[in-house]
């Protein structure tokens, strides 16, 4: 299963969920898609969602700066 198929079946939606945690619905739509790994995150957002991901059970494992 997939990160956004994993968000999906959790019934979020992108638009409402970037707003709720303040980052722009695109840096959200390219973390789901697993084209931003953390590493060159604009402003701390794709770290933050990431994070928030984790916390809402989507994302699984260790995130990449806790190696």
């Keep these: 299963m997939t990160l956004k198929e994993r968000f999906d079946s959790r ?3 992108v638009k409402k969920y970037a707003t709720v ?3 722009s619905h695109t840096v959200l ?3 789901l898609s697993e084209k931003s ?3 060159n995150n604009i402003n701390g957002d794709t770290r933050k969602i990431m994070a928030q991901l984790k916390k ?5 494992g ?6």
Excluded: Q, T
């Design 11 to 13: 019934g979020f939606a």
């Design 21 to 23: 945690y303040g980052v």
């Design 29 to 31: 739509s390219m973390v």
């Design 37 to 39: 790994h953390g590493r």
């Design 56 to 60: 809402d059970n989507v994302w699984i």
């Design 62 to 67: 260790k995130l990449p700066w806790e190696v």
